[in-house]
């Protein structure tokens, strides 16, 4: 059986800050055997994006304006100087 809760940023905050040095080392273990540390976004390039809402029938209007609005994207200009 799995339950899923909700649970706020500053509520996990606070429970790491009450866990002791032994715990801390079994969460810092178990985070990096999952794979779940702060795994940085792989992202797509552009046009892949663009061919797979094309091969779903999107109109041209609308990928043109996705296009633009990737390019803008803050994801796909965090690199460039401004």
Known sequence: MQISIDISTE??????????????????K???ER????????KDKIKNIIDDFKSEGYSDDFLNDLEIGLKKSSIYNENKSS
């Open 11 to 28: 509520d996990v905050i606070k429970s790491i800050k009450a866990m002791d040095l032994n715990d801390l080392e079994k969460l810092k």
């Open 35 to 42: 794979d779940i540390y702060f795994l940085k976004f792989k």
């Open 30 to 32: 178990a985070i990096i």
